[in-house]
């Protein structure tokens, strides 16, 4: 499966099952006057709007690199990565608010059967939507696809803190403040990771020590231990990498022998690590 694919597939189940809890939810809230389960569905709803992201991201990311954008346009997925975290964020601060305005009236919510059996029904299903975005996300490498998988997680958390308050209830007039204050802070945890993430690939990462290690290994194969690599970076573009690292060659070689063995080196990159490959010549002193 191809990453514009399977982000219009994710997306597009993610859409239509999130706007079934949702109204599922907000028919027990209304019934209920709940807050907790209001916010839980509206965090069900984000995750439809979020899933609207994915897919237009998915589609701008596809695009081919072009004049303006040499290196293509895949880092899209990341600003549809920050656009869910915002989203997030907000939903978060705004649950937050509510429940500490509720603690301050001293509300207290009955719950019933139905408010039961549509948490059961929305842990179950959130975390089989979970594990199918992060089925899709391992298969193509989609980013946007595991922000949204994230997103899916933290609403079936969110579910079983409220199914663990329903049935507490009866006991403490405030579980349902408390429910909405626990929900936001999950949020905040999920926007956390998110952006993390996002921030960790735009500021650019360190190659790791076995992609190092395995192109040294291949280098030294073909020429001994006659060059020195060193220096290497890469470069996450999400639609593919850019790897750039020097090599130490002979003082005394032309600059036509520099030029054929760094053109080997990156065309060995190319094939056996399928990435782009810039390589500086450095005189061996």
Not at 84 to 96: K, Q, R, S, T
Not at 273 to 284: G, L, V
Request: proline share 2%; hydrophobic share 45%.
């Amino acid at each position: 499966m191809d990453k514009t694919k399977g982000g219009y597939l994710a997306g597009s189940v993610s859409i239509v099952i999130n706007s079934i809890l949702f109204v599922a939810k907000m028919w027990v809230a209304m019934l209920t006057g709940s807050i907790a389960l209001a916010a839980d569905a509206w965090h069900t709803m984000s995750d439809s709007l979020s899933s609207v992201i994915v897919i237009i991201a998915t589609k701008l990311s596809s695009r081919k690199a072009d004049k303006e954008h040499p290196f293509g346009h895949g880092r899209w997925e990341l600003i549809a990565s920050l656009f869910i975290a915002v989203i997030l964020g907000i939903i978060a601060w705004d649950f937050i608010s509510s429940s500490f305005e509720k603690i301050n009236e001293k509300e207290s919510v009955e719950y019933g059967i139905w408010a039961i059996i549509v948490t059961i029904i929305s842990i179950v299903v959130k975390e089989l939507l979970a594990q199918y975005a992060f089925y899709i996300a391992r298969k193509t490498s989609n980013s946007s696809v595991r922000a949204d998988g994230w997103h899916h997680r933290s609403d079936a958390l969110s579910s079983v803190v409220v199914l663990v308050g329903i049935l507490f209830a009866k006991y403490f007039w405030w579980i349902d403040s408390a429910l909405g204050i626990i929900i936001a802070l999950m949020l905040f945890y999920a926007t956390f990771k998110i952006l993390k993430d996002v921030i960790t690939k735009l500021l650019g990462e360190e190659p790791p020590p076995e992609l190092i290690k395995n192109i040294s290994e291949e280098i030294t194969k073909k020429y001994k231990n006659d060059m020195q690599t060193h220096h290497f970076h890469i470069h996450d573009y999400i639609s593919h990498n850019e790897l750039t690292f020097h090599i130490k060659l002979n003082r005394d070689m032309s600059i036509e022998q520099g030029h054929k063995i760094a053109t080997d080196i990156e065309n060995m990159v190319r094939d056996k690590f399928q990435m782009e490959a810039t390589i500086h010549i450095e005189p061996n002193i």
